[in-house]
């Protein structure tokens, strides 16, 4: 009797705890006109998570469809007091994959802003991947006014989210304001294979500048298509860049001519909006490392990229001044830089996102 009295006190007391603790915060959702950050205009009255427009679904092909849902690139900054910060939310796919952990394609990423020159503190926190997700932030430094940015999963698509703040404690949404730097890429600038999305390549970059990069890369299928060209042409961007090489393919019949055909008319009608913004074209950026055996891989990335940046050279050549390269070399992958020798693991991804920022900084970003 005196054991199931004690453990009837026990449960009591935990249930207690439970609803103490859940009383300590107050919850607010994360959904709202322009709480996200890195997408495009349109989307700032969208009421999800995805990063297509709506007017873009019977104009795009399926799976570029599909994959304009996840949640690659968004983020949202915030301000607040609270000492503990959780964040729960639902995804609709799968929470890992083969090649890249649940952290990556599933998982969300913490930083905080300390001061105004810019410097970044990353949060780490207790993680339960279930059929709800949560994410609790707490035990941290962080300055009186500093900037949070939460990163959305890189590979999923997200339901609904919320998040929760110590009771008492302020929270508030900001938003930049300021001209964007547009990425329109592939599976390796949607963020394979990060093992969290901080180290995506894009949302390192966004660190690195006082701009809101909008990711639109989708992978398998970043092909320099029409629709999506037409949605960020209308963008007021920084810099555009294109890195969609990995995704066009040379071998087939006439795949010279068309590759160079698809980069002309991307230039073509990002220029009718923006004759002098920067245009950045990317490489393969495994085109070449050295002593890789499979050379076959090697040969076909090769191809691919000098059929590109001899595309470019003709461009430049004709007049084009606001027109760059950024080569597989200039990324400077090796032997470790990789998952799968086309994906980059996180210390890929940190070179890769070294070398757009060098060149960026050089163009005065």
């Keep these: 009797m005196t054991y199931w009295k004690e453990n009837l006190l026990g449960s009591l007391f935990c249930i207690c705890s439970f609803f103490a603790s859940a009383q300590e915060q107050v919850t607010q959702p994360v959904l709202g006109t322009a709480i996200l950050q890195g997408r495009v205009q349109v989307m700032d009255t969208v009421m999800n998570f995805g990063r297509l427009p709506i ?21 949202l900054d915030f301000k607040t007091s609270a000492k503990t910060i959780t964040v729960r939310y639902q995804v609709q796919g799968g929470l890992a994959m083969p090649h890249m ?5 599933s998982g969300l990423d913490l930083y905080v802003q300390e001061d105004k020159a810019g410097q970044w503190s990353w949060i780490h926190g207790k993680y339960s991947f279930k059929d709800t997700i949560s994410y609790t932030f707490s035990q941290f430094n962080a300055p009186k006014d500093g900037t949070f940015r939460l990163y959305l999963p890189l590979y999923n698509t997200v339901s609904w989210m919320d998040i929760s703040v110590d009771k008492g404690a302020d929270l508030s949404f900001q938003h930049q304001k300021s001209k964007p730097i547009i990425v329109y890429g592939t599976s390796i600038a949607q963020g394979a294979c990060a093992s969290r999305p901080g180290l995506a390549w894009t949302n390192w970059l966004g660190r690195s500048f006082d701009k809101e990069v909008i990711n639109l890369a989708f992978s398998g299928n970043g092909r320099l298509e029409q629709p999506i060209l037409d949605l960020i042409k209308v963008e007021d961007a ?13 071998k087939e019949e006439d795949g010279e001519r068309k590759l160079i055909a698809l980069i002309e008319n991307a ?26 055996a499979n050379t076959n891989t090697q040969e076909d990335y090769q191809a691919r990229s000098m059929v590109a940046e001899q595309a470019i050279k003709q461009l430049q050549g004709r007049g084009d001044k606001n027109l760059y390269w950024i080569s597989s070399q200039d990324f400077g992958l090796d032997l470790e830089s990789t ?9 890929g991804m940190d070179k890769i996102a070294k070398a757009y920022i060098k060149l960026l900084k050089g163009l005065g970003l």
């Design 339 to 347: 998952v799968d020798y086309a994906h980059p693991n996180d210390y």
């Design 267 to 292: 230039v073509r009608t990002i220029r009718e909006k923006h004759p002098q913004v920067p245009i950045v074209m990317a490489a393969h950026s495994s085109s070449d490392v050295a002593h890789i």
């Design 55 to 75: 007017e873009l679904k019977d104009q795009v092909r399926k799976p570029v469809w599909g994959l304009g849902q996840n949640s690659a690139g968004v983020y």
């Design 238 to 250: 920084a810099v555009f860049i294109l890195d969609c090489i990995p995704n066009l393919d040379v």
């Design 101 to 105: 952990p649940t952290t990556g394609v």
